[in-house]
Nanobody, 120 residues
Framework: QVRLVESGGGLVQPGGSLRLSCTAS????????MGWYRQAPGKERELVAT???????NYADSVSGRFTISRDNAKNTAYLQMNSLKPEDTAVYYC??????????????WGQGTQVTVSS
């Protein structure tokens, strides 16, 4: 009924920037919290940043001051602007959203993931 699609990953040099996008589609009544998580090889998935529908944000300490999460509620889209990227930011980045459907069901939805590689 609902789907999250991410885009914007790729290969970037240390110190560079990337912008990820995540769009929710389907029978959506409202999208509540949206967030980005990442999983590096051999590590557990970890929170990167979240943003509530009202705009309040939360960041992992490791990305605070370098990454900015934002959203466009009219487009059901969240963005992650990543600046000053480091090799340790290399991971698969996943979008997550709490979605209420038009039938008043709640889904904790995940995107398919997008690879971000920071390397010279």
């Amino acid at each position: 009924q609902v789907r999250l699609v991410e885009s914007g990953g790729g290969l970037v040099q240390p110190g560079g920037s990337l912008r990820l996008s995540c769009t929710a589609s389907g029978s959506i009544f409202r999208v509540n919290i949206m967030g980005w998580y990442r999983q590096a090889p051999g590590k557990e998935r970890e929170l990167v940043a979240t943003i509530r529908s009202g705009g309040s944000t939360n960041y992992a300490d490791s990305v605070s001051g370098r990454f900015t999460i934002s959203r466009d509620n009219a487009k059901n889209t969240a963005y992650l602007q990543m600046n000053s990227l480091k090799p340790e930011d290399t991971a698969v980045y996943y979008c997550n959203a709490g979605i209420i459907t038009t039938t008043m069901n709640y889904f904790n939805s995940w995107g398919q993931g997008t690879q971000v590689t920071v390397s010279s």
